[in-house]
């Protein structure tokens, strides 16, 4: 399996952006997510989508971020609106074939640390 993202950059603080990650060899049946990391801060899981299309977002970026996929492109999205300088982190994609989308329901988006394979990560900087 491999993850490649793109798509960082530099914004002002309520812009938005949104992130890719291409996958290759991960099959049909799947569950994709990002994790961003800050300086000093712990990893943190934010949102997930399975290959059934069902998500999962951490509280404070819901309503403000939106995970999609285009599995003809095999590309894992994410649309962040209103973006603050709280958001400023590395994120990373995460990918998984072990785990369902109900499993990450189920126990909550911090599951995400544990999946098997991830990216390079792209760097997210918002600035006030």
């Known amino acids: 399996v491999q993850l490649v993202e793109s798509g960082g950059d530099s914004v002002q603080s309520g812009g938005s952006l949104r992130i890719s990650c291409v996958a290759s060899?991960?099959?049909?049946?799947?569950?994709m997510g990002w994790v961003r990391q800050a300086p000093g801060k712990r990893r943190e899981g934010i949102a997930a989508i399975g290959s059934d299309g069902g998500t999962k977002y951490k509280d404070s970026v819901k309503g403000r971020f939106t995970i999609s996929q285009d599995k003809a492109k095999n590309t894992l999205y994410l649309q962040m609106n209103s973006l603050s300088p709280e958001d400023t982190a590395m994120y990373f994609c995460?990918?998984?074939?072990?785990?369902?989308?109900?499993?990450?329901?189920?126990?909550?988006?911090?599951?995400?640390?544990?999946?098997?394979?991830w990216g390079q990560g792209t760097q997210v900087t918002v600035s006030s």
């Open positions: 060899g991960l099959g049909s049946e799947y569950t």
């Open positions: 995460a990918a998984d074939t072990r785990f369902k989308i109900r499993t990450v329901q189920a126990l909550g988006i911090g599951l995400l640390s544990d999946f098997a394979h």
